[in-house]
Every structure is written in structure tokens, then in C-alpha cells.
């Protein structure tokens, strides 16, 4: 019986399969619709990388190319978080966090939601990149920075959040403000893509 047993559990964990035979396999999508490649210059070498917003069935992504002797080849991919149809990556702003450090701000609209009741949000995605060097390009999921809702009972509102970069103490990297009238979230960057209270 207990070498049964163990059989069993060497089957049902896979440890019986060769690992040869062990395949990771790539998931298959039905279609993908995707915008034109917008060119930036990430790494500030002179030579511009592309930029893609991509949907793959009901999935949102943003991919980045090289572009070397006319070929282009992914070096980085990231898939956004939907809540709802129509979702999409509306706007992209380059800046500089600091003397090491480039900022990538992606105002991506989650998409709107008609269940019960009306919900429609937007959200602020941080990219960032050390040193000028691509590989350490990294991506973190941050606060929402636009709201509109409508209840069963008919109640109505939306807002709509500031979103900026600033030193607020003098150190010279900025910190990353959402603002909402007299609310404030500040988020400060840790370095090697961390951000503290963001992503958590």
C-alpha cells in the first residue's frame, strides 16, 4: 500500500514525465488588433524603440521593440489589468524621474461596467528604467486616477484625479502625486523598479 500510494503521487505530480517532455506552451489567441508603432527613445541613445498597444482576444498588453538593421525584435511585454469593454491605453507621457532615472506614464482606461450598476475607471501604470538600460525596464500597476459611477438609485458622480511628477523634498528624483482636490496620494521611488506604496 504505501508504495501504491507513492506511485500514485509520482503520477499525479508529473514526476514520472521525462523532462525532455516537459513543454511550456505559448497560449494561442483567436485574433489580435493592435495600434500603429509609435517611435520613443527610451534609453536617450538617439536611436528610438516602438511602441505597441496590442489586444489579444479580451486581453490588453503593451509591447516594446528594438529596432536594429531594419528588424524588430520584443524585448518587453506587460499585460493590464481589465475591468470592463472599451478599455485601452489612451495616452503615454516619457519624463525624467531623476539623473538615473526615466518614467514611463501610461494612462490606460480600464474599461466601464454596465452590472447592475454604471462603474467606469482609469488607472495610472508606472514604467521605469535605470541607468538608460532597457533591461531593467520594469512596470508597476498603480492608483486609479479617474472614477465615474452611477448607482441603482441614480446617484451620479465622477472624478477626476491629477496625476504629476515632483520634488516635493528637494532631493532631486520626483515623486509621483495623484490629487484629487485636497487629497493627495505621494509615491517614492526606491530604485531597481520598487516603488514605495505602489504595486502593493
Given at each position: 500500500?504505501?508504495?501504491?500510494?507513492?506511485?500514485?503521487?509520482?503520477?499525479?505530480?508529473?514526476?514520472?514525465?521525462?523532462?525532455?517532455?516537459?513543454?511550456?506552451?505559448?497560449?494561442k489567441?483567436?485574433?489580435?488588433?493592435?495600434?500603429?508603432?509609435?517611435?520613443?527613445?527610451?534609453?536617450?541613445?538617439?536611436?528610438?524603440?516602438?511602441i505597441?498597444?496590442?489586444?489579444?482576444?479580451?486581453?490588453?498588453?503593451?509591447?516594446?521593440?528594438?529596432?536594429?538593421?531594419?528588424?524588430?525584435?520584443?524585448?518587453?511585454?506587460?499585460?493590464?489589468?481589465?475591468?470592463?469593454f472599451?478599455?485601452?491605453l489612451?495616452?503615454?507621457?516619457?519624463?525624467?524621474?531623476?539623473?538615473?532615472?526615466?518614467?514611463?506614464?501610461?494612462?490606460?482606461?480600464?474599461?466601464?461596467?454596465?452590472?447592475?450598476?454604471?462603474?467606469?475607471?482609469?488607472r495610472?501604470?508606472?514604467?521605469?528604467?535605470?541607468?538608460?538600460?532597457?533591461?531593467?525596464?520594469?512596470?508597476?500597476?498603480?492608483?486609479?486616477?479617474?472614477?465615474?459611477?452611477?448607482?441603482?438609485?441614480?446617484?451620479?458622480?465622477?472624478?477626476?484625479?491629477?496625476?504629476?511628477?515632483?520634488?516635493?523634498?528637494?532631493d532631486q528624483?520626483?515623486?509621483?502625486?495623484?490629487?484629487?482636490?485636497?487629497?493627495?496620494?505621494?509615491?517614492?521611488?526606491?530604485?531597481?523598479?520598487?516603488?514605495?506604496?505602489?504595486?502593493?
Amino acid at each position: 500500500m504505501p508504495q501504491d500510494e507513492r506511485y500514485f503521487r509520482q503520477i499525479f505530480s508529473g514526476d514520472l514525465v521525462p523532462k525532455a517532455q516537459v513543454q511550456t506552451e505559448e497560449k494561442k489567441y483567436s485574433y489580435f488588433i493592435h495600434t500603429p508603432y509609435y517611435a520613443l527613445d527610451l534609453n536617450h541613445d538617439g536611436i528610438p524603440e516602438e511602441i505597441v498597444f496590442v489586444k489579444k482576444d479580451s486581453e490588453d498588453w503593451i509591447e516594446i521593440f528594438e529596432v536594429k538593421n531594419g528588424e524588430k525584435k520584443k524585448i518587453f511585454s506587460y499585460r493590464f489589468e481589465t475591468k470592463g469593454f472599451n478599455s485601452e491605453l489612451f495616452k503615454i507621457e516619457l519624463k525624467r524621474l531623476s539623473a538615473k532615472t526615466t518614467v514611463i506614464l501610461m494612462h490606460y482606461y480600464e474599461g466601464i461596467s454596465l452590472y447592475t450598476e454604471m462603474q467606469a475607471t482609469s488607472r495610472i501604470y508606472v514604467g521605469t528604467i535605470d541607468n538608460d538600460d532597457l533591461k531593467t525596464l520594469s512596470v508597476m500597476k498603480g492608483p486609479s486616477f479617474f472614477e465615474e459611477h452611477k448607482s441603482l438609485k441614480g446617484h451620479y458622480h465622477i472624478r477626476n484625479y491629477q496625476v504629476y511628477l515632483q520634488d516635493l523634498n528637494n532631493d532631486q528624483a520626483k515623486e509621483l502625486v495623484v490629487k484629487y482636490r485636497l487629497m493627495s496620494q505621494v509615491f517614492f521611488y526606491n530604485g531597481d523598479g520598487k516603488w514605495s506604496g505602489l504595486g502593493n
